[in-house]
Structures are given as structure tokens and as C-alpha cells.
């Protein structure tokens, strides 16, 4: 009696959705008897006698055969219709396994984050920077403080990234009631944080332009506790600096002078240290980010445990349905109903054809091109891509340096010229390459890599003109010592001299022969020199062009 009421308390069906499929199989099988019923009309209108051999199946063993075959048909549409319907009535208790680590990220929102000496500025970089961070944290507890004059939780652990991602765009410093770079508050908020949530370690990841020395000391005391914390840093901002804007004009000032933020990384290189961190400068890249999550990673590997907590699951019952099937596909064995069923769907498992792949199903042409990218066969990765600029990338990648070029040709934008002039680098037009620096460096004066390349490919020019020279002045040395044993040998010749006059011109001749020919050898020598220092330095140009879709990493 338990089993049946708990049965009739409990059914359902796991995908409902399914069971619509019975509508249109119910049309079907009325149509059926529609048709069938049109078909027998014809007995008003032929002769009893004739009525069995002119229309087929008016017999009555026929018909009994033809009846049983569409209620077959009709029961086993419905028990495989309910079958993946998922009937179920029974739960079963499953464990939940997570992380015991948590990432707690302290944001500096003080002034200097406002410095625009990476554009647009520093705030807006650091929260592009931190949204894809979170977007790789997949595992354990997370959780945002921010700090200015005081620190503040914005949101506190917790395993849904997504609520802290919609959080980041906001912040700013004008959000905080007061000015400040207390960073010392937001470290004791975040130890609180872990050490309230029962965590035994945790990683602590600051966000900042800097720390001053006396900060630091405060913070180590802080963290010298019962809890394993790990501390990196991702440092924001340049060595060179840059003003801070205050208001809608003119910049901060103590004293009287500007005040220029600067990133200065020693103090931060040293908490990281003392702390098994990290520490990086905010890329134009994703390595940092990979850096920083695959150390999160290592963490939340070994911290890995069974909750305490456990998940029912409902048992999907529908399996036991496959047993009324079988005896209907039986029963339609001898007439080959059951081949037709099986091989049927080998028809559409050829391999005589590659118009289609099950790949896919699941992925875009351009991220089957991105995983091959990341494997480095850019081959495959150049004729998969249908994206423009991913396609550039990996034929310039796989050294199809004009095909790169004529895909770049398509973007008048700065960046445009700039990789165009990579790729007639590459190619060995020079000039060409010095002409697309200069186009980009007009439309963006401020592109120092341009600028770098630009330089780099003067200098290389420079130096082949010099070796070209310089084999110019080989070749003249090796005709002047052959003109001058040519005469030595006329001399010689015309005078008729003693032997011993003979043998000195002979000796003359033969220490001139080699004086020129270990000149020829200096100057070959230097060409090689000055060839292979070509060869070094053109090394200096990175393989890899600056895309929209990508950073730069060409100097």
C-alpha cells in the first residue's frame, strides 16, 4: 500500500513536453482509418463476387491482419512517446560536492584610479579587466570589497559570479562618501570574510595602482592568522604615470604642483612574495587573467570535499517501457519490419560523404578555428574562419604573409595599416612596410608600437645598405691586387733578370696573391657578420599582429 500510494501521490513526468508528440500520432492513425474507410466504397459499386479479387484486403483475414498491424503501430508510438516522456515517482538523494576555497577580490576605487595614463583610464581597464576574471572563476565562493577612505562589502562569498558581474560597471569613485586609498581596511574585511565563512584557506586578489610602506607593514600583521591566505596583485597603471582629473577641469595638486599617480610595483611585488601571490601589470592581453585563475584553480583542486548537503534527483522510470516494445517488434519480425527500423538509420550514417560533420552540431565554424588557433595549426584554423580579422591573424600566423596582407587591406583603420605594415615586413618590402607605419602613426600619432616598427625597420634598412657597401668594397680590393700581379708579371717578363730576381717576384707575387685574397675573406666575412645581425635583429618584429579581437604583443 506504500508503493501505490506513494505511486499516486508522486507521479509525473519528467519532460512533459514530449507527450504533445501524441497529438500528431493520433491524427495519423485517424487518417488511416479514414482512408481505409474511402477505399471500401467501392463494394457498393462491384459485384460481390468480384469484390475480393479486384480489391485488396476486402477479405476478411486481410483485413484482421491490416486492423492489428496499425494498433501495433499506434501502441508503439505511445509507450516510446511515454518512455521518453520520463515517467517517474521515486527521488533518490545524491551528494553535492564543491569547492572549500574562496576568491575574495579587493577593488581600489581612490582618485588615482582615475589617472588616464592607460586608456581610457585605469577604473575602466580594471573593471573590463576583473568581468572576464570572473568569467573564468567557475569553482568555490566569491567575493567583491572596494575601498576608498573606508573599505565596503559589495557583495559578500557567494558561488554566483554572475550577481557580482552585474555589480562591476557601476563602480566608481564617486560612489564613496569620502576620498582615500584605505587599503589596509579592505584587507580585514576580506580575512573576516573567509574566516567567518568556515573556510580554512583562501585567495585574497587586489586590484590597485599602489600601496605605500607603511600599508604594508599593516597589512602583513593583518594576515598573520589562523587561516592560509594567498595574496596576488594585479598592478594598474604605468611607471611613467599621469595626472589625476579632478572635477570637469584641470587636474589634483599638492602644494601647488600636479600631482602625478604612478605605478610603482615594490611594495606590491613584495606582499605577493611574502604570501605565495602573484603579482602582474594589467595586460593589454589575457595572460594575466590565466595567470590568476589557473593559481585559483590549484586551490580549489586540492580544497575539494563532499558537502554536507544532499540533492534529490527524481529516477527516470522510463526504461521499463522498452519491455512492452519488445514484444511488438517481434511479433513484426518476419516481415522485415525490424531491418527496415535498424538500418534505416545507417542510411544517414554514410562515410562516402563530408558535407557534414557532427562537430557541427555543437560549434561555429569560428570556434572550431579558435580551438585549432590554440593548438597552433593555423592552417586549419586560416580556412575555417569566417570572421575577417581572425582569418588575417591565422594566415599571417601560418606565414601566408600576402595572404594576411590582402585581408588586412580591408580595415583603413590605423590598426589596419599597422598590421599591413607587419606583413610587408615580413614579405621584405621595406619601404612598403616604413609607408603603412607612417599611414597609422597619421591617424594615431599615439601608437608607439607602430612607431617602435617603424624605427626598427629604418635601422634594418640601414645596415643592408651598409653591407651592400661594404661587399662593394670587397669587390674593388680583390680587382686592384689582381691588376697588380698582372704587372708584376709583365715586369717580370720585359727585364729578363737572374733567377734569384725571378724567385723574388715570384715570392712577391704569391704574398700579394694571398694579401688579396685574405682581404676578400674580411670583407665576405663582415657581409656574413652584418647579414646575420640583419637576420637577429629583424627578430625583434613579433609574429603576431594586432587584431580588434586580440591584443598586441609587437613591440
Not at 494498433?71 to 517517474?88: D, K, R
Not at 581610457?120 to 581597464?125: A, D, Q
Not at 580595415?411 to 614579405?427: H, K, L
Not at 635583429?537 to 580588434?548: A, C, G, R, S, Y
Amino acid at each position: 500500500m506504500d508503493f501505490l500510494g506513494n505511486l499516486i501521490a508522486n507521479f509525473h513526468f519528467i519532460r512533459p513536453s514530449w507527450l504533445l508528440m501524441l497529438i500528431p500520432v493520433f491524427f495519423f492513425y485517424i487518417c488511416m482509418i479514414i482512408f481505409k474507410r474511402n477505399n471500401s466504397s467501392w463494394e457498393k459499386v462491384i459485384s460481390p463476387e468480384l469484390a475480393p479479387i479486384l480489391i485488396k484486403g476486402l477479405d476478411n483475414s486481410n483485413r484482421k491482419v491490416g486492423h492489428r498491424f496499425k494498433l501495433l503501430t499506434l501502441l508503439g508510438w505511445i509507450i516510446t512517446i511515454l518512455a521518453i516522456a520520463g515517467p517517474t515517482w521515486n527521488k533518490t538523494s545524491q551528494p553535492i560536492f564543491k569547492s572549500e576555497s574562496a576568491v575574495v577580490i579587493v577593488f581600489d576605487l581612490s582618485p588615482s584610479m582615475m589617472a588616464e595614463d592607460i586608456k581610457p583610464n585605469r577604473l575602466t581597464r580594471a573593471r573590463f579587466k576583473l568581468i572576464d576574471m570572473l568569467r573564468e572563476i567557475k569553482e568555490g565562493s566569491v567575493s567583491l570589497i572596494v575601498y576608498g577612505d573606508d573599505a565596503y562589502v559589495v557583495s559578500p562569498l557567494t558561488e554566483d559570479s554572475n550577481t557580482i558581474m552585474s555589480i562591476v560597471p557601476t563602480l566608481n569613485p564617486n560612489l564613496l562618501p569620502e576620498r582615500g586609498s584605505n587599503v589596509e581596511d579592505g584587507f580585514e574585511k576580506a580575512y573576516e570574510l573567509i574566516k567567518n565563512g568556515g573556510f580554512k584557506s583562501g585567495d585574497l586578489l587586489l586590484i590597485t595602482d599602489g600601496i605605500d610602506s607603511q600599508a604594508v607593514k599593516s597589512i602583513e600583521k593583518t594576515l598573520r592568522g589562523d587561516i592560509d591566505i594567498r595574496v596576488s596583485i594585479l598592478g594598474v597603471g604605468t611607471s611613467d604615470g599621469a595626472p589625476i582629473p579632478e572635477g570637469t577641469q584641470g587636474f589634483m595638486k599638492q602644494n601647488g604642483n600636479v600631482v602625478i599617480a604612478k605605478l610603482e610595483d615594490g611594495n606590491l611585488k613584495k606582499i605577493t612574495s611574502n604570501f605565495n601571490g602573484i603579482y602582474k601589470q594589467l595586460s593589454p592581453n589575457d595572460s594575466d587573467i590565466r595567470a590568476f585563475t589557473k593559481l585559483f584553480k590549484t586551490n580549489f583542486d586540492n580544497e575539494q570535499s563532499e558537502s554536507k548537503r544532499e540533492f534529490d534527483i527524481w529516477d527516470d522510470q522510463g526504461y521499463w517501457l522498452i519491455f512492452f516494445l519488445l514484444p511488438l517488434f517481434i511479433s513484426q519480425f518476419r516481415k522485415g519490419v525490424i531491418i527496415c527500423i535498424v538500418a534505416g538509420p545507417l542510411v544517414f550514417n554514410s562515410h562516402t560523404t563530408n558535407a557534414f560533420e557532427w562537430i557541427d552540431l555543437w560549434t561555429t565554424k569560428d570556434q572550431q578555428a579558435k580551438n585549432a588557433m590554440s593548438n597552433e595549426d593555423y592552417e586549419k584554423a586560416k580556412q575555417l574562419f569566417k570572421n575577417e580579422n581572425w582569418k588575417a591573424s591565422a594566415a599571417y600566423k601560418a606565414g601566408s604573409f600576402d595572404q594576411a596582407l590582402d585581408l588586412f587591406t580591408n580595415d583603413s583603420t590605423s590598426t589596419g595599416f599597422y598590421n599591413q605594415g607587419n606583413s610587408f615586413a615580413r614579405m621584405g618590402e621595406l619601404d612598403k612596410a616604413i609607408e603603412s607605419y607612417d599611414s597609422a602613426l597619421k591617424i594615431d600619432p599615439t601608437m608607439d608600437d607602430a612607431l617602435f616598427n617603424k624605427q626598427l625597420i629604418e635601422d634594418l634598412k640601414n645596415r643592408q645598405n651598409q653591407n651592400q657597401e661594404g661587399n662593394q668594397s670587397g669587390s674593388e680590393s680583390d680587382q686592384e691586387n689582381t691588376s697588380q700581379n698582372d704587372t708584376k708579371d709583365s715586369t717580370s717578363g720585359q727585364e729578363n733578370e737572374s733567377n734569384n730576381q725571378d724567385e723574388s717576384n715570384s715570392a712577391e707575387q704569391t704574398t700579394n696573391n694571398q694579401i688579396g685574397s685574405e682581404r676578400n675573406k674580411e670583407n665576405n666575412n663582415q657581409s656574413e657578420n652584418k647579414t646575420n645581425q640583419f637576420s637577429q635583429d629583424d627578430q625583434n618584429l613579433e609574429d603576431e599582429p594586432f587584431e580588434k579581437t586580440e591584443n598586441r604583443s609587437i613591440k
